[in-house]
């Protein structure tokens, strides 16, 4: 099992940055693919951002914060980094780190296997 807790949320003006930190821990703490989720009251989660990889140079993003929001990984630390900037209102959500066990990029939620417990962002207008 692995167990994602999540870090870094919390309220910014519209244009602001934030970052979002995601540790793994547990027996089998180094999963493959890492990824970043967000949700809205009465709306499905939405896939924000993946890694797949150990080197980190396969990434993916959705559209809507396509150069806008960078994500990375320390193996080492276990943990996976969402760097947001450019923030706007819309971005306003709870954030889920996410994991499976293999690599391969399926922006699904249901491809993922273990998940964090959310972390607010808050983007005011």
């Known amino acids: 099992q692995v167990q994602l807790v999540e870090s870094g949320g919390g309220l910014v003006q519209a244009g602001g940055s934030l970052s979002l930190s995601c540790a793994a821990s547990?027996?089998?703490?180094?999963?493959?693919?890492m990824g970043w989720f967000r949700q809205v009251p009465g709306k499905e989660r939405e896939f924000v951002a993946t890694?797949?990889?150990?080197?980190?140079?396969?990434?993916y993003y959705a559209d809507s914060v396509k150069g806008r929001f960078t994500i990375s990984r320390d193996n080492a630390k276990k943990t996976v980094y969402l760097q947001m900037s450019s923030l706007k209102p819309e971005d306003t959500a709870v954030y889920y780190c996410?994991?499976?066990?293999?690599?391969?990029?399926?922006?699904?939620?249901?491809?993922?296997?273990?998940w964090g417990q959310g972390t607010q962002v808050t983007v005011s207008s």
């Open positions: 890694i797949i990889n150990w080197s980190g140079s396969s990434k």
């Open positions: 547990g027996r089998r703490a180094s999963p493959y693919a």
């Open positions: 996410a994991a499976k066990d293999y690599s391969s990029f399926d922006p699904t939620s249901n491809s993922y296997d273990y």
